[in-house]
C-alpha cells in the first residue's frame, strides 16, 4: 500500500506520521494521538490509552534512546503492539531494551510480532533486498549504509538481513566479553552454525577475538580469521565493531558457504518471521 502511495524512494519512513494518520484514518474512534519522549527508568517504549474519553492512544519511547534509528524503531514496535495486541492487552504494553533487541518468538511471542512488524515497516523486503541482495556477504560497512538509508541502528538492518541471506553468517553481541546474545542467518542455523546462550552458563568472548578486552575498537573495514575452535568448529571471518554508547560488543561473523558439517535433521523452530508471513510470501 505505502509503494504505491509514494512510489519505491520513500526511506525513510516518516513512522511518526504514518502511525497518527493511519490510525485516525482506519480506526478514528480509537486512534493514536500523541508520540512523546518520556523518563521511563526501565522502558524503551510504552503504548497507553488516555484516560479521558476520546483521548485516543500515546505512545511514549525513552529519552535514554539518543540513536534517532533506535527511535523510530521503537515507535513502530509500539505502533505495532495497538495495530495487533490493543484488544488483548486493553491496559497497552511497556517494552524493555531487550524486548526490542531480541526477536526470536522463542524469547517472546507477542515482542518478535512487534518487532517484525516494525522491521517489515521501516524495511520493506522487497526495498532492503535490492540494497543487499541475498547472495551478497555483507559487511558492517554495507549495512551501516543500508541502516542509514533506512533510518535503523546497525543492529536492526543486520537482523534484518540475516532473516533473508542465502549466507552463513551470525550477529554476536557481547556485554563485559560474555556474549549476551547471537542471531545466525537460516542457512548457518540449518548447517549448526550457531551459538546458544539461553539457559546455558554465560559464554565468554574468544581471547583471540578484537573485540575482547577492547571497548575502543571501532574499526568495521579490518576483519579478523579465525582458525576452527575459535568462535565455532570452522573458520570464520569475524567484522567487529564496539559501540561505546551502549557499552556493547558486535561480532558479525561470515562463514565459508559449503557447510561443513551434515544438516541437522529435525526443523529449526519456527520463528515470528515464519509465523507472519503466508506461505507464498516466504
Ligand atoms: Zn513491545
Not at 548447517?191 to 539461553?198: E, H, K, L
Request: charged share 25%; aromatic share 10%.
Amino acid at each position: 500500500m505505502l509503494n504505491a502511495v509514494h512510489g519505491p524512494d520513500r526511506f525513510p519512513v516518516d513512522v511518526e506520521r504514518l502511525a497518527v494518520e493511519y490510525s485516525s484514518n482506519v480506526f478514528p474512534n480509537d486512534p493514536i494521538t500523541k508520540i512523546v519522549p518520556r523518563d521511563f527508568p526501565d522502558f524503551d517504549g510504552i503504548l497507553r490509552k488516555g484516560n479521558g474519553q476520546g483521548e485516543g492512544w500515546r505512545i511514549g519511547y525513552s529519552t535514554r534512546i539518543t540513536s534517532r534509528g533506535r527511535i523510530r524503531f521503537t515507535i513502530a514496535h509500539e505502533f505495532g503492539h495497538y495495530l495487533v495486541h490493543r484488544l488483548k492487552y486493553p491496559d497497552g504494553v511497556s517494552c524493555t531494551p531487550e524486548d526490542l533487541a531480541i526477536w526470536d518468538s522463542e524469547y517472546n511471542r507477542v515482542e518478535a510480532e512487534a518487532n517484525l512488524f516494525a522491521a517489515s515497516l521501516l524495511m520493506p523486503l522487497d526495498a532492503f533486498r535490492r540494497a543487499i541482495p541475498d547472495s551478497m556477504d555483507a559487511t558492517f560497512s554495507d549495512l551501516n549504509e543500508v541502516a542509514r538509508q533506512f533510518g535503523v541502528s546497525l543492529t536492526a538492518a543486520t537482523l534484518r538481513w540475516l532473516g533473508y541471506t542465502q549466507k552463513r553468517a551470525l550477529l554476536v553481541v557481547s556485554k563485559d566479553d560474555f556474549v549476551l546474545w547471537s542471531k545466525p542467518s537460516r542457512p548457518a542455523l540449518r548447517s549448526g552454525a550457531f551459538i546458544r546462550t539461553a539457559g546455558l552458563s554465560p559464554k565468554a568472548v574468544p581471547p583471540a577475538s578484537p573485540i575482547r578486552c577492547n571497548p575502543n575498537y571501532a574499526d568495521i573495514d579490518d576483519p579478523v580469521r579465525h582458525r576452527p575452535g575459535i568462535w565455532l568448529n570452522e573458520e570464520v571471518l569475524e567484522y567487529p565493531l564496539v559501540i561505546d554508547q551502549y557499552e556493547l560488543g558486535m561480532s558479525l561473523l561470515l562463514l565459508q558457504n559449503a557447510s561443513p558439517v551434515a544438516e541437522i535433521d529435525e526443523e529449526p523452530v519456527e520463528d515470528a518471521f515464519d509465523h507472519f508471513m503466508k506461505p507464498n510470501q516466504r
